[in-house]
């Protein structure tokens, strides 16, 4: 079991920079692959990045590559998302997740869930 709270979201302007942590409960967590989703009012929940247990290579949707990184620390049971030049099209509710070894970009692939955090990107 697994359980998963988000931090860090809030409200920025445009062009500004947040950090997204997750911090995961469990002694197991390193075996984990973790996922970065997002969901916006009247929207379809939709992938945003994903890191493996491994960290060996990274997921990034086309929406935020170059603008996004994601990265863990297993000492620290944490996974992070550090979103920079944030637009207005990135308001959303961010989650993240949880699913054994292999990431995925699909969220109906993963078996925990966070509560979730609010960003909102003014104009």
């Known amino acids: 079991q697994v359980q998963l709270v988000e931090s860090g979201g809030g409200l920025v302007q445009a062009g500004d920079s947040l950090r997204l942590s997750c911090a995961a409960s469990?002694?197991?967590?390193?075996?984990?692959?973790m996922g970065w989703f997002r969901q916006a009012p009247g929207k379809e929940r939709e992938f945003v990045a994903a890191?493996?247990?491994?960290?060996?290579?990274?997921y990034y949707a086309d929406s935020v590559k170059g603008r996004f990184t994601i990265s863990r620390d297993n000492a620290k049971n944490t996974v992070y998302l550090q979103m920079n030049s944030l637009k207005p099209e990135d308001t959303a509710v961010y989650y993240c997740a949880a699913r054994i070894m292999v990431a995925s970009t699909r969220p109906n692939e993963y078996d925990y869930w966070g509560q979730g955090t609010q960003v909102t990107v003014s104009s």
């Open positions: 469990g002694r197991t967590f390193s075996r984990y692959a």
């Open positions: 890191i493996p247990w491994s960290a060996s290579s990274l």
